[in-house]
């Protein structure tokens, strides 16, 4: 095991909204929020209101492609629940108090449910330390650190197991049913 800054296993992004937009129950575009529920889906929205709503409620709107986000990474609430950790399987938006993560391109390796499990876990032991008030924002987790199965590849040189993580998480009772 090694440990790694949280900036060399992931892309970390910034979510985007301060104001929500309005809500869609049958639309098909998950909400990401602060929450330590639900995957984190705080309500569900459709690609019209979502392409017509501010950051703030106002004039001028983003684009599109800032407010969804791809699917098959980490979402992390950096306030509110602090530190929940959920694995994202379709595009969503998100709130600016979700950091997304992307696994990191120089590891060549996209993420799979499996993966996602073993880290998630991983991210949400670091609960604690983003108790009262602290805010685990993308300014400060790159320097957070996260401990990690490796394989030596050089003298020296260590790389994530990404394999011991998939197959790790295979071996537990009821990992047929993720």
């Given at each position: 095991w090694?440990?790694?800054?949280?900036?060399e296993?992931f892309?970390?992004?910034?979510?985007?909204?301060?104001?929500?937009?309005?809500?869609?129950?049958?639309?098909?575009?998950?909400?990401?929020?602060?929450?330590?529920?639900?995957?984190?889906?705080?309500?569900?929205?459709?690609?019209?209101t979502?392409?017509?709503?501010?950051?703030?409620?106002?004039?001028?709107?983003?684009?599109?492609?800032?407010?969804?986000?791809?699917p098959?990474?980490?979402?992390?609430?950096?306030?509110?629940?602090?530190?929940?950790?959920?694995?994202?399987?379709?595009?969503?938006?998100?709130?600016?108090?979700?950091?997304?993560?992307?696994?990191h391109?120089k590891?060549?390796?996209?993420?799979?449910?499996?993966?996602?499990?073993?880290?998630?876990?991983?991210?949400?032991?670091?609960?604690?330390?983003?108790?009262y008030?602290?805010?685990?924002?993308?300014?400060?987790?790159?320097?957070s650190?996260?401990?990690l199965?490796?394989?030596?590849?050089?003298?020296?040189?260590?790389?994530?197991?990404?394999?011991?993580?998939?197959?790790?998480?295979?071996?537990?009772?009821?990992?047929?049913?993720?």
């Open positions: 090694k440990w790694f800054r949280y900036d296993i892309e970390i992004c910034k979510g985007f909204y301060n104001k929500k937009p309005e809500e869609n129950p049958t639309g098909d575009i998950p909400f990401i929020g602060a929450t330590d529920s639900n995957n984190g889906i705080t309500s569900m929205h459709d690609l019209d979502i392409k017509d709503t501010s950051k703030t409620g106002g004039e001028p709107n983003a684009s599109l492609e800032q407010k969804i986000f791809k098959n990474c980490i979402t992390v609430s950096n306030n509110g629940s602090v530190g929940y950790a959920f694995y994202q399987t379709k595009e969503f938006t998100c709130t600016h108090d979700v950091n997304p993560l992307y696994i391109k590891w060549n390796k996209e993420l799979n449910i499996y993966i996602a499990m073993f880290l998630c876990s991983l991210i949400e032991k670091e609960r604690f330390r983003w108790d008030g602290r805010k685990w924002r993308p300014k400060r987790m790159p320097d650190l996260i401990k199965p490796v394989r030596k590849i050089a003298p020296n040189e260590y790389e994530p197991d990404w394999q011991f993580m998939e197959d790790y998480i295979k071996s537990l009772p009821y990992s047929s049913c993720l």
